[in-house]
Nanobody, 116 residues
Framework: QVQLVESGGGLVQAGGSLRLSCAAPTSIFSINDWAWYRQAPGKQRDLVAAISRRGRETYADSVKGRFTISRDNARTTVYLQLTNLKPEDTAVYYC??????????WGPGTQVTVSE
């Protein structure tokens, strides 16, 4: 079973920054595209950013220019740098393979809370 461990969340004021990390299994890391998702209370889980095996990045319109996804294949870790945070960014953030389904394995996520 895939094990994913997200970390780095916290409580920040609007305009602040955070760096999220996700440790992924060594056996599958380098061959997969990876992504960060988020789920706000009462809402569905949405894709925030993705990075391909070759490092090509894609972003949701709502975070373009503010969030940056990266990957370290040697450490089998995916990162999400969040800057200029807004209250509407408040959510639980998850990482997973790009295209993961709702009934796929999901880690516990990491809570990001942005205050006014």
């Amino acid at each position: 079973q895939v094990q994913l461990v997200e970390s780095g969340g916290g409580l920040v004021q609007a305009g602040g920054s955070l760096r999220l990390s996700c440790a992924a299994p060594t056996s599958i890391f380098s061959i997969n595209d990876w992504a960060w998702y988020r789920q706000a209370p009462g809402k569905q889980r949405d894709l925030v950013a993705a990075i391909s095996r070759r490092g090509r990045e894609t972003y949701a319109d709502s975070v373009k220019g503010r969030f940056t996804i990266s990957r370290d294949n040697a450490r089998t870790t995916v990162y999400l740098q969040l800057t200029n945070l807004k209250p509407e960014d408040t959510a639980v953030y998850y990482c997973n393979e790009r295209g993961a389904l709702p009934d796929s394995y999901w880690g516990p996520g990491t809570q990001v809370t942005v205050s006014e």
